[in-house]
């Protein structure tokens, strides 16, 4: 993969190192990888759909926050 950036390569690659605890889970009946915040919150970081219009809800789109009492179920830990 080639990058062009101005930036240096400290700051493009910051934190690849740190390992993040992951978790896939539903939300809406949306499949989805998600970081665990606090205590009933997540951030979204990849959903796994093919439908187009599930990118395009708000609510779920990466970076978006989702409590746990929303989501149906955690599942296993990446």
Do not use: C, H
Request: aromatic content about 8%; glycine content about 6%.
């Amino acid at each position: 993969m080639i990058l062009y950036t101005t930036l240096p390569e400290e700051v493009v690659l910051e934190g690849m190192d740190q390992q993040r605890n992951w978790i896939e889970t539903e939300f809406e009946g949306i499949k989805m990888q998600v970081e665990p915040l606090s205590f009933g919150e997540a951030r979204v970081v990849r959903i796994y759909s093919t439908d187009p219009r599930d990118f395009l809800n708000p609510r779920i789109q990466p970076g978006a926050v989702i409590n746990y009492k929303q989501a149906d179920q955690l599942t296993n830990t990446i």
